[in-house]
């Protein structure tokens, strides 16, 4: 993780490169403790982004993953929801798992064409969480939502915008210019109502959004100890198809 100030404007960035960005337990508590640290700090604006050609493929499964994970992934959506400023995904590449659920917790999310967004949960037995069982209900509705989370395809930036997953798509080469024009219009616009703004889009959500990571957490807790779990993972890691089917068609 890494984050640098010029001005008004912070930056917080993902940098596992490597590993598309994917998230460990300790990436996850260092990712909320930062958003934390540079909010406190009092820009006006944070922009979230990943480094390299990725924005973030979600937890790393490669490595453990338990309930410390979910609750960990749950703290970087509250630093993102409590956070003073306003906070802009800048979305390159995959946003898939919970970094899907991070991108579209932020304020903002502006998007390259090139960018997708997926919930991948369903084939290794687990449920989607970091809040986005509550806020793809409340940005796409129910029946896109289930769609997402059961159909399990990739929804491209075009689409997700057409949708009200995200904000914005541009082209990829003018990703960084739009997202210096919505900085521009955040910094000269009066700042009281700019964070008034932000509380109160954000206010009416709160309570539904904190329920639902709770929950997402109870359940979630319960099926990294399943034995569907270990077997998706397993070979999801070995990439190796597998059916959970019980009766022959």
Request: aromatic share 4%; hydrophobic share 50%; glycine share 8%.
């Amino acid at each position: 993780m890494s984050s640098e100030r010029v001005g008004d404007r912070a930056v917080v960035r993902l940098s596992r490169p490597s590993r598309l960005n994917s998230l460990t337990t300790e990436d996850l508590a260092a990712l909320a403790e930062t958003i934390r640290a540079v909010d406190a700090d009092g820009p006006s604006v944070i922009v979230l982004e990943g480094e390299g050609r990725a924005f973030c493929t979600g937890a790393d499964l490669s490595g453990l993953v338990d309930a410390a994970t979910v609750a960990a992934a749950a703290d970087v959506i509250r630093a993102i929801s409590g956070a003073r400023a306003v906070v802009i995904a800048r979305v390159q590449g995959p946003a898939a798992g919970v970094g899907a659920s991070i991108a579209v917790a932020c304020d903002l999310v502006v998007a390259a064409a090139s960018a997708f967004f997926l919930m991948p949960f369903l084939p290794i037995g687990l449920v989607p969480d970091g809040g986005a069982t509550r806020t793809l209900v409340e940005l796409v509705g129910r029946a896109r939502a289930t769609r997402m989370i059961l159909g399990g395809e990739r929804i491209g930036a075009t689409q997700a915008a057409e949708w009200g997953l995200i904000a914005d798509v541009v082209p990829d080469d003018q990703l960084d210019a739009r997202i210096a024009v919505y900085v521009d219009r955040i910094l000269d616009a009066p700042q009281q109502a700019v964070f008034a703004s932000k509380r109160l889009v954000r206010g009416a959500a709160e309570s539904a959004l904190e329920e639902a990571l709770v929950a997402e957490l109870a359940v979630q807790g319960d099926l990294l100890a399943s034995d569907e779990y270990a077997i998706a993972r397993e070979a999801f890691l070995a990439k190796r198809p597998i059916s959970f089917r019980r009766h022959a068609s």
